[in-house]
């Protein structure tokens, strides 16, 4: 595996974080990811979209081009991408909208070759929250609807509850509008420190199971099934998954059907994120391979991956990998090529 990609912070530009893949129609590879145009490293401080292009299965990238600017919406900030083809085979980057009051919302920009872009507002019919949605998490199920999990955090004019309940958005016109399906996922809040179901993914197994999984202050990832199309789901139990407050991605290579799960294994240190890790399920979950090291350098923090599976047998792997010389961990990106032969299986 090598390190084709380092994006370090600098003046103006203290942080370039959370992206997705997705293959253009002419064959280059297209990253979209956070750029933030502050000089900190905060969350909420000011963030665009920015796009990088790579025609030699990420072994070079260009230079970043901005495709949506957070003042297109009348905020500071719009992070957390997700690339997904739309039913007509545009190119659809979704976004993270952080409103002036406090709430977030969904964003997108379509385009027709991964060049030019226009960009609008969802909707959805949600109450009004700061919802967490991370970046690579939107699927579209066998159905045809776009399904997308959400991290709920109440907020009120003098506080943000850390506390989370899991709950997913669902889009039956192709991403334009979105409904809140019924269930609120979430664990018991035993402490102050227990801050729930936070930051969670989902994946539809081919034999019609829907995984979901979140990121959890008791140690692991927790999950939850649902057996009937999300009319229903399990109680959330913790997974094999032994993880600090930490995210996981799941991702399948649709030429292989294998499953990749990439997430920090607990115990950890630098801030419970790291080593970085890669395990493997040849069978939808049910058996996951011995990790495969990532990255393990204690003087760095790894976190919010994506992934992209390249012509010539490899991985693209995008995270955070900030150092302590960094503002922070999420402050540097880089992308990680891995052959497929280099992963336990």
């Known amino acids: 595996m090598k390190l084709v990609l380092d994006i370090d912070p600098r003046p103006g530009n203290a942080r370039n974080s959370e992206g997705s893949f997705i293959r253009m129609p002419d064959g280059g590879i297209l990253f979209a990811y956070s750029r933030y145009s502050s000089d900190t490293a905060h969350d909420a401080d000011s963030c665009d979209i920015a796009v990088i292009r790579s025609f030699d299965e990420g072994e070079t990238w260009s230079e970043p081009e901005i495709i949506v600017a957070a003042a297109n919406?009348?905020?500071?900030?719009?992070?957390s991408v997700s690339c997904i083809y739309q039913q007509d085979g545009q190119i659809g980057v979704y976004?993270?909208?952080?409103?002036?009051?406090?709430?977030?919302?969904?964003?997108?920009?379509?385009?027709?070759?991964?060049?030019?872009?226009?960009?609008?507002?969802?909707?959805?019919?949600?109450?009004?929250?700061?919802?967490?949605?991370?970046?690579?998490?939107?699927?579209?199920?066998?159905?045809?609807?776009?399904?997308?999990?959400?991290?709920?955090?109440?907020?009120?004019?003098?506080?943000?509850?850390?506390?989370?309940?899991?709950?997913?958005?669902?889009?039956?016109?192709?991403?334009?509008?979105?409904?809140?399906?019924?269930?609120?996922?979430?664990?018991?809040?035993?402490?102050?420190?227990d801050y729930g179901m936070q930051e969670p993914g989902i994946v539809e197994y081919e034999d019609g199971r829907v995984y979901l999984w979140a990121r959890t202050t008791a140690n692991y990832q927790y999950e939850s099934y649902s057996y009937d199309h999300m009319e229903t789901f399990t109680e959330p139990k913790p997974s094999i998954f032994a993880s600090p407050c930490s995210p996981m991605e799941i991702a399948k290579n649709s030429e292989t059907g294998i499953y990749y799960a990439i997430?920090?294994?607990y115990p950890s240190t630098r801030g419970d994120r790291t080593p970085f890790?890669?395990?493997?399920?040849?069978?939808?979950?049910?058996?996951?391979?011995?990790p495969t090291v990532i990255e393990e350098d204690k003087e760095r923090g790894y976190c919010y991956p994506a992934v992209f599976f390249t012509k010539d047998n490899a991985m693209l792997c995008a995270y955070c990998r900030g150092s302590k010389e960094d503002p922070n961990c999420l402050a540097r990106l880089g992308i990680m090529k891995i052959g497929l032969d280099e992963m336990e299986v």
């Open 73 to 79: 919406y009348g905020v500071k900030n719009v992070m």
């Open 95 to 193: 976004f993270l909208i952080k409103e002036n009051d406090r709430s977030t919302n969904l964003g997108r920009a379509i385009s027709p070759d991964g060049y030019t872009f226009t960009w609008e507002r969802c909707t959805h019919d949600s109450c009004s929250a700061f919802y967490v949605i991370n970046n690579d998490r939107i699927e579209r199920f066998a159905d045809g609807r776009l399904v997308v999990p959400a991290a709920r955090h109440i907020i009120e004019p003098a506080r943000y509850e850390e506390y989370s309940q899991s709950v997913i958005w669902v889009s039956e016109d192709d991403g334009k509008t979105f409904h809140v399906l019924p269930h609120r996922l979430s664990i018991p809040k035993l402490t102050k420190r």
């Open 263 to 265: 997430y920090n294994p």
């Open 277 to 290: 890790v890669v395990r493997t399920s040849k069978n939808e979950g049910k058996i996951w391979s011995m």
